[in-house]
């Protein structure tokens, strides 16, 4: 059974940061692209950031909204993807979900393969 466990989320002032972590099991996930989306209140899930692991490179890709705020990273030895989320304005609050699609899919919601729970992330003006 395929599970991912996210962990992180909180409320933090405008400014602030958060680091969302997500712990894989079930399977080896580094052949996996795995990223992170989110779901404001009366709005569709969104695509947030991704990242794949070509054995010698991460390639890290971001939606425009958070590039050069967001940071994606990954630990293939602990099956672990982070979400360092820095200069968070209110608009970034949401539940965000991590999510595990093919190495070469588009990452869009279709192509997700597994989700986690959500957690929570809300930040105050």
């Known amino acids: 059974q395929v599970q991912l466990v996210e962990s992180g989320g909180g409320l933090v002032q405008a400014g602030g940061s958060l680091r969302l972590s997500c712990a894989a099991s079930?399977?080896?996930?580094?052949?996996?692209?795995m990223g992170w989306f989110r779901q404001a209140p009366g709005k569709e899930r969104e695509y947030v950031a991704r990242i794949r692991w070509s054995g010698t490179t991460n390639f890290k890709y971001y939606a425009d909204s958070v590039k050069d705020r967001f940071t994606i990273s990954r630990d293939n030895a602990k099956n672990t993807v982070y979400l360092q989320m820095n200069s968070l304005k209110p608009e970034d609050t949401a539940v965000y979900y991590c999510?595990?699609?093919?190495?070469?899919?588009?990452?869009?919601?279709?192509?997700?393969?597994?989700w986690g729970q959500g957690t929570q992330v809300t930040v105050s003006s």
């Open positions: 999510a595990g699609g093919p190495f070469y899919s588009g990452f869009r919601l279709i192509d997700i393969d597994y």
């Open positions: 079930g399977r080896t996930f580094s052949t996996y692209a």
